[in-house]
């Protein structure tokens, strides 16, 4: 049964229908969808319902008028040359652990002018309410009924069987969620030339070179910055770290993680977090003879001799951080790494980080980005060029 989420454009529409009413694709960067954007970024930025979410403010931030004309208007700038075109219809297929992070994906396709159909998940958030509320304001207001006919929230059991109608009309899916997730909605029949966007089980580290790190303040910075890659969407998204690589002394990475502890004290903690965090402990424990507890707080920090894909599948994010020990950054890569997505650092030099990237064994790691960056949105995701992937590129001779 589909259901409201929180309103379906165009209710009562049959999927088929939806699919076959004749309504085409704009153009992209068209007027229409920037200012519905402008409009949302707005609303996300001084709602007093939206200003209690950090996620919320980081996407109103993130949908300013001048940081998406920045990261869009140069890439699908049309000319003499090259003109790019909408595909058609792109399905979403969104996570039900990120409340937000689907957004920046639909977002790229609305601005590459193409229909969306967003399949959101039936779990209940606070933050998603928040979100689908405001979308659904601004869907109403006349100004942007051009918008909201061309956009279609719903949520749905994933047993109804409507995944597939979704699929078999889709002209790209865009799909989020675990391995098994993604490789069902693969599965489903599609158009021949349908594109598949996957963003699958994916973790993500930090790399501190601690010795050069040797006042308070930049200690209390550090943490700062580390908390501010943590703290959004309860350390689950792909891109929050959940390994801590450093170099230095045991002392001072002990330092940061006592501030980090602190900022964690700011927030309410439950059983289940802290039952969560006892058994991700007892199982290192019960696998790594070296195993040894640093911090068993707020913050939970297990130094571990390596890493495993097995240990990796027991985190379930609760601000529990693997740490190891490195003499050198390429060490790193003795751990199981293939499915690393972003590299957050501190002190690697240019060198450094072009040194790590050409590891030969590297098959992970598809962004290195500064401490307190690892959850910005850019249109190169995942390894993916969302802007190139979700529109159509006509060269012209």
Known sequence: MISLAPRITGQGLSIESWFTRGVEPLSPMNDDNLAFLEALSNDLMKSPSAKIHPELVALGFWLRKRNIQNMFESTLRQTSKVMHKPLGTVVHF???????????????????????IVR???????????????????FQIPQFSVVAKRNWFI????????????????????????????????ALPCKPRCRDIS????????????????????????????????????????????LVYFLGDTPVLLSVLARLNELASQTE??????????????????????????MQDRVCAISVSGITETMLGWHNGEKVFYVRHLDEPEAMFTDSLDKLQTLSYLGLSEHD?????????????????PVGQALDFTPVWDGFDLVGQLCRKVSIF
């Open 94 to 116: 969104t996570p039900a652990n990120v409340d937000t992070m689907f957004v920046y994906s639909w977002v790229c396709s609305l601005l590459c002018g193409n229909n969306n």
């Open 269 to 294: 903690i439950s059983i289940t977090q802290k039952n969560n965090q006892l058994v991700t402990m007892q199982l290192a424990q019960s696998t790594d003879a070296d195993c040894e507890i640093l």
């Open 199 to 242: 963003f699958a089980d994916r973790f993500s580290a930090t790399i501190l070179d601690l010795r050069q790190v040797d006042e308070s303040q930049s200690l209390e910075d550090l943490a700062q910055r580390l908390w501010r890659d943590t703290v959004p969407y309860e350390q689950q998204a792909c891109s929050s770290p959940r």
């Open 155 to 186: 949520s749905y059991d994933k047993s109804s069987g409507l995944s597939g109608q979704l699929s078999s009309f889709a002209d790209a899916r865009v799909i989020w969620g675990g391995d098994e997730s993604v490789n069902s909605i693969r």
């Open 120 to 138: 959101v998940a039936t779990a209940q958030s606070d933050i998603k309410d928040v979100l689908l509320n405001t979308l659904d304001r601004l």
């Open 353 to 369: 980080k072009l040194k790590v990237l050409s590891h030969p064994s590297i098959s992970g790691i598809d962004r290195i980005v």
